[in-house]
């Protein structure tokens, strides 16, 4: 069992900044991937960025350039930088680790952009 536990979230206004983070109950690098999505009202829960065991990132489109995903395996937490916000980017944002055939969820962390 992976118990993930995010914080970071909060209001801000466009243009700014938040860092999310996610920590894990085991060692991050016995995961397979990690991954952050969001979820806003009224829409599906979509992959916003993701990071591999071996370090390789991917990102959605509509959050290159703004967002980027980093670990820290001494804290055995990921973290989702999020410069550059905007009033679409308001969501509950999920944390999600997958092992092997299994993944779990964090309890999701709010963020809301003011225009």
């Known amino acids: 069992q992976v118990q993930l536990v995010e914080s970071g979230g909060g209001l801000v206004q466009a243009g700014g900044s938040l860092r999310l983070s996610c920590a894990a109950s085991?060692?991050?690098?016995?995961?397979?991937?990690m991954g952050w999505y969001r979820q806003a009202p009224g829409k599906q829960r979509e992959l916003m960025a993701s990071?591999?065991?071996?370090?390789?990132?991917n990102y959605a489109d509509s959050v290159k350039g703004r967002f980027t995903i980093s670990r820290d395996s001494a804290k055995n937490t990921v973290y989702l930088q999020m410069n550059s916000l905007k009033p679409e980017d308001t969501a509950v944002y999920f944390c999600?680790?997958?092992?092997?055939?299994?993944?779990?969820w964090g309890q999701g962390t709010q963020v809301t952009v003011s225009s």
């Open positions: 999600r680790a997958d092992r092997y055939s299994l993944y779990y």
């Open positions: 085991v060692n991050i690098y016995s995961l397979t991937t």
């Open positions: 990071i591999t065991k071996d370090g390789t990132t």
